[in-house]
């Protein structure tokens, strides 16, 4: 998947900011290499103001490629506030 595109889940939450820190939270615990759920390809994780985003780092791509230039796919988790309430989304 792309960072760019379709939503591809939603979720209601109490308040977008403690979810926005929630959400960096889990992505480091769920990168940090003693704990990848049996993944096999390398991710990266970048804190953002409105959560984080997860790419995917294939084997083998050099590591001075920067995540910005990783375009292989990966998800994006916006916590924001609406006039309909406060929502966590990933695209």
Do not use: H, N
Request: net charge negative; with cysteine; proline share 8%.
């Amino acid at each position: 998947l792309p960072c760019v595109g379709p939503e591809v889940w939603r979720q209601a939450v109490p308040d977008a900011t403690q979810a926005a820190l929630f959400v960096q939270q889990w992505a480091s615990t769920f990168i940090d290499g003693s704990f990848r759920f049996g993944m096999k390809t390398p991710m990266e994780q970048k804190p953002t103001a409105a959560g984080c985003e997860l790419r995917f780092r294939p084997v083998g791509t050099p590591s001075a490629k920067m995540m910005d230039e990783l375009d292989e796919g990966g998800l994006e988790f916006i916590a924001e506030k609406t006039d309909e309430g406060c929502r966590l989304r990933a695209r």
